[in-house]
């Protein structure tokens, strides 16, 4: 991770659907890269927020949980498509029942779990139905 650029090591990506962008070709990254595959030496990248917007492209429902997560089960863990084109691995919020593949859904901002000796909580990203 040493050649992260400095700007995205104060942006940190755990807690924002932060990520880059190709200026020269319009290719987005997440996780975010900081070379263009496309455009080699001549891409330019530069920081970019992803709207936190897409679709399920496929899920699968987990019952069981990892120490510390068992009052969360059965949960779905979705690849989601974000609009800008990156997949990713995540946690949708919902029924299970009504969670489908090419379903729309948005960010939301969640406590993953906590600590409860050191009580250290620990947040990141997960996705609720965009009408939700
Ligand atoms: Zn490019």
Redesign the pocket.
Known sequence: MSSVPRFWRSIGSRYNLEGTR??????HFYPPRNF?????R????EPYKFKGTGKIISYTIIHTAAEGFEDQTPYTLAIIQLDEGPRLTSQVIGDPEKIHIGMRVRSVFRKLGEDGEGGMIYYGTKFVPEDA
């Open positions: 190709c200026k020269e070709c319009g290719e263009c595959v496309n455009c080699r001549v891409g330019h990248i």
